[in-house]
């Protein structure tokens, strides 16, 4: 079966299958079937493999806010009882998977399992499995070391079961480069809240290594809105920046006694900086519409020249719901005369919410 694999969160399935579906549509794909079941954190998509090439072409996992990873599914494998289970991976890798990706050979592999409770039971397996495969393939001469190699596509392997085997692969620009899409972050001891870890993988996420150096820098000026106990505010006095935290509530200690914080016992949806400050940050629980209606104002009013944010969703209709304020924020810009670069992704710290990463064009 030809098709698309994505790791979602649990629970999130329906959102991220109906927004893919929305993407294959726009493309004039036809997709043959969207399995999509509740709390299987996996959405799958048969297609012609016909369809395939073009899907890949224009089918781009940034685009995808609710997906963690895309994958390009060649087939499920049924492993044997016992005896060896590594050849039946290896040949179907050799004989049907090749051909799928287009190529003569792999940057590497990644075996993995849906995020559920249920499925890290075959975690211990999958490592079982790891070594032996890597020797495999590498007789194989399918897991070549010289130059260019990083840049030929993945192999993901996603145990559904002990007998069973979802053979997939990933295009190394258009995928995520963490094992299932989870970012590997340890949890700062001195952070306030585990809050923290969503800005910082944000920052991974949107910004990447290469901007982070440049776009991050100490000295920047930034303001984070709905601020204590100070998770977010971590992050910015971690780079250096100079904060403003607004908030009502207390702020950690350890935060002020850095020197770089003032905390202003302020709404959020009121307070206003003197001046235009690199980045603003917001992660208030209130509705979607009211957050994206006030984000949009600090960007058109030209209070901040970056803004990461979280629109908490609602129960239902949340692909369309963000769909919705994503659309109306970046119209409103336009109108303004202020154009905006809009990234949106469900990250694997987030959890019933979207992070929304913007920045003005013209700054």
């Not at 991974?204 to 776009?215: A, D, I, N, S, W």
Request: glycine fraction near 6%; proline fraction near 5%.
């Amino acid at each position: 079966m030809s098709g698309i694999v994505l790791h979602v969160r649990q629970g999130f399935e329906d959102d991220a299958g109906r927004e893919l579906d929305h993407f294959l549509s726009l493309a004039g794909i036809h997709a043959q079937s969207i399995e999509s079941k509740t709390d299987t954190a996996l959405v799958v998509v048969a297609m012609s493999p016909d369809d395939v090439p073009k899907a890949r072409q224009t089918i781009q996992y940034n685009n995808l806010i609710f997906a963690r990873q895309l994958l390009w599914l060649a087939d499920t494998v049924t492993l044997p009882h016992e005896g060896d289970r590594v050849a039946p991976i290896a040949e179907f890798i050799k004989d049907t998977l090749l051909r799928a990706a287009g190529v003569n050979a792999f940057s590497g592999f990644f075996f993995e399992t849906p995020d559920t409770d249920t499925s890290k039971e075959l975690t211990g397996f999958c490592k079982s499995l790891s070594r032996p495969l890597e020797n495999v393939l590498n007789k194989m001469k399918l897991l070549p070391k010289g130059k260019g190699a990083a840049n030929l596509p993945r192999i993901h392997l996603i145990m559904t079961s002990n007998k069973t085997v979802m053979v997939a692969f990933a295009d190394v620009i258009n995928s995520n480069s963490w094992p299932m899409g989870i970012p590997r972050l340890r949890f700062p001891a001195n952070a306030p809240s585990r809050s923290t870890l969503k800005l910082e993988e944000a920052f991974h996420v949107f910004l990447g290594p290469e901007r982070m150096k440049t776009e991050l820098k100490s000295g920047m000026t930034s303001v984070d809105l709905g601020a204590c106990p100070g998770g977010w505010t971590y992050q910015l006095v971690k780079h250096g920046m100079f904060v403003t935290a607004v908030d009502n509530g207390s702020i950690d200690s350890k935060l002020m006694s850095s020197g770089l914080v003032t905390h202003l016992r302020e709404d959020a949806f009121t307070y206003r900086p003197y001046d235009m400050v690199d980045w603003m940050v917001c992660d208030v629980v209130e509705q979607p519409a009211k957050i994206a209606d006030l984000m949009t104002n600090w960007l058109v009013k030209g209070y901040c020249r970056n803004t990461i944010f979280n629109l908490k969703l609602p129960m239902k209709k949340r692909f369309e719901e963000v769909d919705q304020c994503l659309t109306e924020l970046k119209a409103r810009c336009r109108s303004a005369g202020k154009p905006v670069e809009v990234k949106a992704k469900q990250l694997y710290h987030d959890r019933k919410e979207i992070t929304v990463f913007v920045r003005r064009i013209d700054s």
